[in-house]
Nanobody
Framework: QVRLVESGGGLVQAGGSLRLSCAASGSIFSIKTMGWYRQAPGKQRELVASITIRGNTNYADSVKGRFTISRDNAKNTGYLQMNSLKFEDTAVYYC??????????????WGQGTQVTVSS
């Protein structure tokens, strides 16, 4: 069974840093794109950053220059380094693999989310 598990969230003061991790487990053949999304209360889920299996990255304008996405393909693990955090970064952060390819399936998979709270 494929699982994506996020970790590293928590409470931090504005200007601080957090590093999120997303560990994918199961009979995974590959994960073409790993992405981090976030959803704040009352708002739609939005893309924060993504990285392809070749290392091409994409960032939301609101986090450019502050967040860095990376991945370890051998470990099927993704990371999101978040620096200079702002109050408006407060949200539940979700990891996404799309497509995540196993021996029998191919499609998007989501983690359960990790809460990031930035105090002003």
């Amino acid at each position: 069974q494929v699982r994506l598990v996020e970790s590293g969230g928590g409470l931090v003061q504005a200007g601080g840093s957090l590093r999120l991790s997303c560990a994918a487990s199961g009979s995974i053949f590959s994960i073409k794109t790993m992405g981090w999304y976030r959803q704040a209360p009352g708002k739609q889920r939005e893309l924060v950053a993504s990285i392809t299996i070749r290392g091409n990255t994409n960032y939301a304008d609101s986090v450019k220059g502050r967040f860095t996405i990376s991945r370890d393909n051998a470990k099927n693990t993704g990371y999101l380094q978040m620096n200079s955090l702002k109050f408006e970064d407060t949200a539940v952060y979700y990891c996404n693999g799309n497509p995540l390819v196993t021996l029998t399936t191919e499609g998007p998979y989501w983690g359960q989310g990790t809460q990031v709270t930035v105090s002003s």
